[in-house]
């Protein structure tokens, strides 16, 4: 392999050093992470999801409750991996103390995750290709469709991501910032290198506490060593902060739940059998799936592997190797998790495209970085330029295509009129809904800070159900026909003023409606 790989150019290390070699805290390289974070919350605000149900909301819920989390009732009983995941449920509990129990808080919890996600991104690519690759790399990454329509009351739905309380982009930030940790740390030595890679193993610890199949990721850890150069004997640097981090998590999960491993416990036991059918044929294609079914633009991250792995063969250069490895370390347990080992016990949904964030970093430094050592090897100036300008044009024409959608998303707007209306009101003592609206509706009978403004009940029942129930058919009734994903509600029923039905509520866009007999 070659052995010119992760060396700073002359124009990089003079931009990073300055005449008084300022230190790392005050270099370029955080005014530009700053940018970036701003950029993350802008889009998150642009878009602006509602807190959503399920997951998220246990999460939230959790944290709220914490550290009296009843683990044997309804719904943690059947999630306990979500609240197991300490990396997630503390922050969002100090989120609720700082901004209260309400929308703010979970807001900042998930623009938290977003920024830790994109400057993890660029922190990766930078330290790999530079700013030049880096900065316009994440930001084309900012306005993927993945990560613009996570809306399922929206048309187009295609995963939750920005603006949503998940796990996967802090964790898929966490532990790229890792990786970055690493690279920079094999261009220094003695203290300065420890304490890179100390911090480097901090991230990648944490990010076990808040996805914890990172933790298939650490396989590549001693391949990265080795494409850096750096010494195996320095792996404890890396390996003490991730066991410490372990061993907070198992202290904490002793003191609170009983039980130092039950973490991980819940973490092996989730899956089962899969509710659609699977065979292996499916699970090998887990990949492919998830980047091409739910958008055509997920074809930008196949093609970006595809550059990688060409110009590693090329190239030969050891940083490509360095994301094909680390793209490798990842796909081939989700891929057997799938149900390549057993279709008929799945512990993860590998054409989820979520579960694939971890490696979106890898994408963006191998594929971006291929492309700018293939065009340096082009020997004619006048063809280099020419292909270097079909690059931009390209890029430029991806933007539109990529936000093409986002004038029409339909905000969280619905809900705060919901919010306006109820506000006061005692002449409504209940309203029914499914199970996801009468979750994502506990944040709307509140403020924004968590300040109880109607004091009714919200009672619901499973979204499975055909019909309304007989013991809600009266209602009040909060409805929406859904879009996106996920099935419709109550699809045997007709709120209907010839079923007896009247509408008491509507919300300006048409998107949520109250119904009473």
Same mark, same amino acid.
């Given at each position: 392999?070659?052995?010119?790989?992760?060396?700073?150019?002359?124009?990089?290390?003079?931009?990073?050093?300055? $005449?008084?070699?300022? $230190?790392?805290?005050?270099?370029?390289?955080?005014?530009?992470?700053?940018?970036?974070?701003?950029?993350?919350?802008?889009?998150?605000?642009?878009?602006?999801?509602?807190?959503?149900?399920?997951?998220?909301?246990?999460?939230?819920?959790?944290?709220?409750?914490?550290?009296?989390?009843?683990?044997?009732?309804?719904?943690?009983?059947?999630?306990?991996?979500?609240?197991?995941?300490?990396?997630?449920?503390? !922050?969002?509990?100090?989120?609720?103390?700082?901004?209260?129990?309400?929308?703010?808080?979970?807001? @900042?919890?998930?623009?938290?995750?977003?920024?830790?996600?994109?400057?993890?991104?660029?922190?990766?690519?930078?330290?790999?290709?530079?700013?030049?690759?880096?900065?316009?790399?994440?930001?084309?990454?900012?306005?993927? !469709?993945?990560?613009?329509?996570?809306?399922?009351?929206?048309?187009?739905?295609?995963?939750?991501?920005?603006?949503?309380?998940?796990?996967?982009?802090?964790?898929?930030?966490?532990?790229?910032?890792?990786?970055?940790?690493?690279?920079?740390?094999?261009?220094?030595?003695?203290?300065?290198?420890?304490?890179?890679?100390?911090?480097?193993?901090?991230?990648?610890?944490?990010?076990?506490?808040?996805?914890?199949? %990172?933790?298939?990721?650490?396989?590549?850890? $001693?391949?990265?060593?080795?494409?850096?150069?750096?010494?195996?004997?320095?792996?404890?640097?890396?390996?003490?902060?991730?066991?410490?981090?372990?061993?907070?998590?198992?202290?904490?999960?002793?003191?609170?739940?009983?039980? %130092?491993?039950? %973490?991980?416990?819940?973490?092996?036991?989730?899956?089962?059998?899969?509710?659609?059918?699977?065979?292996?044929?499916?699970?090998?294609?887990?990949?492919?799936?998830?980047?091409?079914?739910?958008?055509?633009?997920?074809?930008?991250?196949?093609?970006?592997?595809?550059?990688? @792995?060409?110009?590693?063969?090329?190239?030969?250069?050891?940083?490509?190797?360095?994301?094909?490895?680390?793209?490798?370390?990842?796909?081939?347990?989700?891929?057997?998790?799938?149900?390549?080992?057993?279709?008929?016990?799945?512990?993860?949904?590998?054409?989820?495209?979520?579960?694939?964030?971890?490696?979106?970093?890898?994408?963006?430094?191998?594929?971006?970085?291929?492309?700018?050592?293939?065009?340096?090897?082009?020997?004619?100036?006048?063809?280099?330029?020419?292909?270097?300008?079909?690059?931009?044009?390209?890029?430029?024409?991806?933007?539109?295509?990529?936000?093409?959608?986002?004038?029409?998303?339909?905000?969280?707007?619905?809900?705060?009129?919901?919010?306006?209306?109820?506000?006061?009101?005692?002449?409504?003592?209940?309203?029914?809904?499914?199970?996801?609206?009468?979750?994502?509706?506990?944040?709307?009978?509140?403020?924004?800070?968590?300040?109880?403004?109607?004091?009714?009940?919200?009672?619901?029942?499973?979204?499975?159900?055909?019909?309304? $129930?007989?013991?809600?058919?009266?209602?009040?009734?909060?409805?929406?026909?859904?879009?996106?994903?996920?099935?419709?509600?109550?699809?045997?029923?007709?709120?209907?003023?010839?079923?007896?039905?009247?509408?008491?509520?509507?919300?300006?866009?048409?998107?949520?409606?109250?119904?009473?007999?």
């Amino acid at each position: 392999m070659a052995q010119t790989t992760v060396r700073e150019s002359a124009t990089e290390r003079s931009a990073e050093e300055g $005449p008084r070699r300022r $230190p790392w805290w005050r270099r370029r390289v955080v005014g530009l992470s700053a940018l970036v974070a701003a950029c993350a919350v802008a889009v998150q605000w642009i878009i602006m999801t509602p807190p959503l149900y399920y997951d998220p909301y246990y999460v939230f819920e959790g944290a709220r409750r914490w550290p009296d989390i009843p683990l044997d009732r309804w719904p943690f009983n059947e999630v306990p991996h979500q609240v197991s995941r300490i990396g997630l449920l503390l !922050p969002a509990r100090l989120m609720q103390e700082l901004l209260g129990p309400g929308q703010a808080a979970y807001f @900042a919890m998930a623009a938290l995750g977003g920024i830790v996600f994109y400057v993890g991104c660029y922190l990766l690519v930078r330290s790999l290709f530079g700013d030049r690759v880096g900065l316009p790399a994440t930001l084309l990454l900012m306005v993927h !469709p993945f990560f613009l329509l996570t809306n399922p009351f929206g048309e187009r739905e295609i995963t939750w991501s920005m603006g949503v309380m998940l796990p996967d982009m802090p964790g898929a930030g966490l532990f790229a910032a890792g990786v970055a940790g690493l690279v920079v740390a094999s261009r220094r030595t003695g203290r300065r290198q420890t304490a890179l890679l100390v911090a480097a193993g901090l991230c990648m610890g944490c990010a076990f506490l808040i996805r914890d199949f %990172a933790a298939f990721m650490y396989v590549g850890i $001693p391949v990265f060593f080795r494409l850096l150069g750096i010494s195996w004997r320095r792996l404890w640097a890396v390996a003490a902060p991730m066991l410490g981090v372990l061993a907070v998590s198992m202290i904490h999960n002793q003191l609170v739940w009983g039980n %130092a491993m039950s %973490a991980i416990r819940s973490a092996a036991g989730h899956g089962g059998e899969p509710s659609e059918p699977v065979t292996r044929m499916l699970a090998l294609r887990s990949f492919e799936r998830a980047m091409t079914d739910w958008h055509p633009l997920g074809w930008v991250f196949v093609v970006l592997l595809l550059l990688n @792995a060409v110009g590693w063969i090329v190239t030969r250069d050891r940083r490509l190797a360095l994301t094909l490895v680390w793209f490798v370390t990842l796909a081939v347990p989700l891929t057997l998790l799938s149900g390549l080992t057993d279709p008929h016990h799945i512990t993860l949904r590998g054409w989820l495209l979520r579960y694939w964030f971890p490696v979106l970093p890898a994408f963006l430094a191998g594929g971006l970085g291929a492309l700018t050592l293939l065009l340096a090897r082009v020997p004619a100036a006048r063809v280099r330029t020419g292909l270097a300008v079909a690059c931009c044009a390209l890029a430029g024409a991806y933007v539109p295509v990529a936000v093409a959608q986002v004038p029409d998303l339909p905000r969280d707007n619905a809900w705060n009129e919901l919010r306006g209306w109820l506000d006061g009101r005692d002449d409504l003592e209940v309203i029914w809904s499914d199970h996801r609206l009468a979750q994502t509706l506990t944040f709307y009978t509140r403020d924004v800070w968590g300040r109880e403004q109607w004091h009714g009940r919200i009672r619901s029942f499973p979204h499975e159900y055909r019909a309304i $129930p007989v013991i809600a058919e009266d209602g009040p009734f909060l409805f929406t026909r859904w879009r996106g994903m996920e099935p419709a509600m109550v699809a045997n029923s007709r709120l209907t003023p010839q079923n007896g039905y009247r509408r008491l509520w509507r919300s300006s866009d048409g998107l949520l409606e109250i119904w009473a007999r």
